[in-house]
């Protein structure tokens, strides 16, 4: 039988999501609790990889199993073996032909951005701190210009391994509630490092150090070595995954600010 899941996590005790030697990743804690669960060896595949301190609301995962459970013990058998900082939301039964990473159809980050003049004590570890003033119209205008399918070469990291790095943009939106920017971005996949190099650029123009069609011209260069900064992972975080309807894979509800 196939399994999907539904995984939340606090990435900043994780060096990222995939398993490495030596390390602590979230994949590596998730397959031991659910191996316990199961009775047997298990390997998940996900949605999207996230980095080192990067946040999961909505991750998706799919893995295969010949033990018979409900979707309750997957839950709570999984969240009794699981770390604190580690949470299975939901569990249900797929076809065979569901994938997690190849299903998907759109993927939702949200990069936040506290901007005061203090930094925070308290959320240290989930927002990006920016102590000038920023400007959220000259970040939204900004942001048009990466709307739709575009070459984002620019916009990935230098080590980005993807066969193409042409992604489409559907939704790239810049809002501000009191101290909190949130950008958050729907695509139909991801680079390496682009929503978090996204935002250094977007920061960058809210600043006023650069006007808002650089957004445009870095997107035209189609090399990284000429883009922005690469904001910092502590406010990144993975927000959900659509599939088909035909899953009928529950939906992970849009928390204004998850801290």
Known sequence: MRIALGVEYDGTEFCGWQ??????TVQQCLEEALSRVANHPVQVVCAGRTDTGVHGLGQVVHFDSEAVRNERAWVL???ANLPNDITVRWARPVPDGFHARFGAQRRHYRYLILNRDTRPAVGRNRFCWIHQRLEVARMQTAARYLLGEHDFSSYRAVACQAKSPVRTVHRLDVAREEDLIAIDIVANAFLHHMVRNIAGVLITIGSGEQEPHWADEVLNYCDRTLGGVTAPPQGLYFVG??????FELPVTRDPRSPC
């Open 77 to 79: 058998g999984g969240n």
């Open 241 to 246: 995954v659509e599939y088909s309807p035909d």
């Open 19 to 24: 398993i490495q030697s030596g390390v602590r």
